[in-house]
């Protein structure tokens, strides 16, 4: 099975949008499996050295556990 985000939430995916690059939008889960929006507010210069991508992707893995 493969934990990549666009296979685990392709709406994440196409909803993103460079212009909010300092805003993370990640979906988690619960432990009773209800979803809930979570924005974190990154810092310019992390952004900057990590893809977006690769951290949606350890959330998506850690929600996998």
């Keep these: 099975m493969n934990n990549s985000l666009a296979e685990v939430h392709p709406e994440l995916i196409t909803e993103w949008s460079e212009k909010n690059r300092a805003l993370l939008q990640a979906i988690l889960y619960n432990d009773t499996g209800n979803r809930f929006m979570v924005k974190s507010l990154l810092l310019q210069e992390i952004c900057d050295k990590i893809k977006i991508d690769n951290i949606l992707s350890k959330i998506a893995e ?4």
């Excluded at 850690?62 to 556990?65: I, L, R, T």
């Design 62 to 65: 850690n929600h996998q556990k």
